[in-house]
C-alpha cells in the first residue's frame, strides 16, 4: 500500500565524514541490508538528526519495554525510525503501520512480512565512499 510521505519526501544530514541522503517515495519506507553494511551507524545518525527536528522520533531495541506502542499509536505528523524492526514489530503493530496515514515510517529490519509493501517500498541501504566521505543512500532492493 503506497501513500506518499505525509512528512518528509526527504532526509539529509551530516556526521563528521558521513552523509545520510534518503528520498522517501512513500508513508513505509523498509530498509534492508547485509550485515556491517552500515544500518546501525545510519541509525545513530538519525538519532542524533532527530534532535534537530522534532518531527522524527527514533525507536530501537532498548525502547521494547518503554511504551513505544502507545507513543506511536497517539502520535500524528512524526516519521518514526525503527531499528531492529524484527524484534519491535509484532503482527498487531505492524497491521497499525500499514493503515497510518497520519505518520511515515522508516523501518530497518530484515522481515518486512505483514506490511504489505510492493517493491518499491524496500530499499537496500548503498554506502558509496569518495576521498573521505561516505554517503549513504537507498536503492531499489530488487
Known sequence: MKIKPVILDRIQTRHTN?????????????????SGTGKSAVYSFLLEYSSEDKR??????????????????????????????????????????VMDSENQYVIIGRNPTGLLLSQDDIRELVSTKKDEITTFTLESAF
Not at 558521513?18 to 547485509?34: E, H, K, P
Not at 498487531?92 to 503501520?97: A, G, K
Open 18 to 34: 558521513y552523509i545520510v541522503d534518503f528520498q522517501l517515495d512513500s508513508n513505509v519506507t523498509f530498509i534492508t541490508g547485509d
Open 56 to 97: 522524527v522520533r527514533c525507536l530501537n531495541y532498548l525502547d521494547h519495554n518503554k511504551g513505544y506502542k502507545t507513543a506511536i499509536r497517539k502520535s500524528k505528523g512524526k516519521i518514526f525510525i525503527i531499528d531492529n524492526a524484527d524484534i519491535l514489530l509484532d503482527d498487531n503493530l505492524r497491521q497499525y503501520i
